[in-house]
């Protein structure tokens, strides 16, 4: 597979950062948190490689859904019993949604858990995508998939902290608008944890 220059060495350093992360979780001996209320699920963050600089791809679900209706998303979903592993269910769940399929994907590493306010503890998937794309969203859940500029996400000036009050406290959340998508919640939670990983706040 061959990438530019630039992406070559950020996708590197992404996937030294990941499998550096993971082993501290594996090393690490911290409380166990109880997810006994929480469905495990996975999404894949899905980086495409353009000439012009890597993009990250999203979809945008559709208005009738149960559980984030009309919200920018990652591919993903629940865990299944017959899922190998969190890797297997995002690989599943996006070419269940979009049409790419698990060999058009390379897969950089995991991140750590993301718990969200719905009930979800959500295990991130880094892969990169080999363009060209062959996409076919699922109309029923994908109203529509695009690319984000990966520099724009990187970039913390657009990251933007909001609260709201929410069931009886107040929660915090991060927000990335870009251009018409208004990017947020477990979504930008997750991207801003990402960019975390790539490029460590001093």
């Keep these: 597979?061959?990438?530019?220059?630039?992406?070559?060495?950020?996708?590197?350093?992404?996937?030294?950062?990941?499998a550096?992360?993971?082993?501290?979780?594996?090393?690490?001996?911290?409380?166990?948190?109880?997810?006994?209320?929480?469905?495990?699920?996975?999404?894949?963050?899905?980086?495409?490689?353009?000439?012009?600089?890597l993009q990250v791809?999203?979809?945008?679900?559709?208005?009738?859904?149960?559980?984030?209706?009309?919200?920018?998303?990652?591919?993903?979903?629940?865990?299944?019993?017959?899922?190998?592993?969190?890797?297997?269910?995002?690989l599943r769940e996006t070419e269940e949604e979009t049409g790419l399929t698990p060999a058009s994907v390379e897969i950089l590493g995991e991140m750590s858990e993301f718990d969200t306010s719905t009930g979800f503890r959500v295990t991130p998937v880094v892969g990169v995508v080999r363009p060209p794309l062959a996409l076919r969203p699922d109309p029923f859940e994908v109203a529509e998939v695009f690319e984000v500029p990966f520099s724009f996400l990187l970039d913390r000036a657009n990251h933007q902290r909001h609260e709201v009050f929410w069931r009886g406290r107040w929660r915090h959340y991060w927000?990335?608008?870009?251009?018409?998508?208004?990017?947020?919640?477990?979504?930008?939670?997750?991207l801003r944890a990402l960019v975390d990983v790539l490029v460590p706040e001093p």
Excluded: C
Aim: hydrophobic share 45%; no cysteine.
């Design 1 to 18: 597979m061959t990438y530019g220059v630039d992406a070559t060495l950020e996708l590197d350093r992404l996937r030294e950062r990941l």
């Design 20 to 53: 550096a992360a993971s082993a501290s979780r594996d090393a690490a001996t911290a409380t166990a948190r109880d997810g006994s209320a929480l469905t495990a699920a996975a999404v894949l963050v899905p980086l495409v490689v353009r000439p012009f600089g």
């Design 57 to 90: 791809l999203l979809t945008r679900r559709t208005a009738h859904l149960h559980h984030h209706p009309g919200q920018i998303s990652f591919p993903g979903g629940r865990i299944e019993p017959d899922d190998a592993s969190p890797e297997s269910a995002a």
């Design 175 to 190: 927000a990335m608008p870009w251009g018409d998508y208004y990017i947020w919640g477990a979504t930008a939670g997750i």
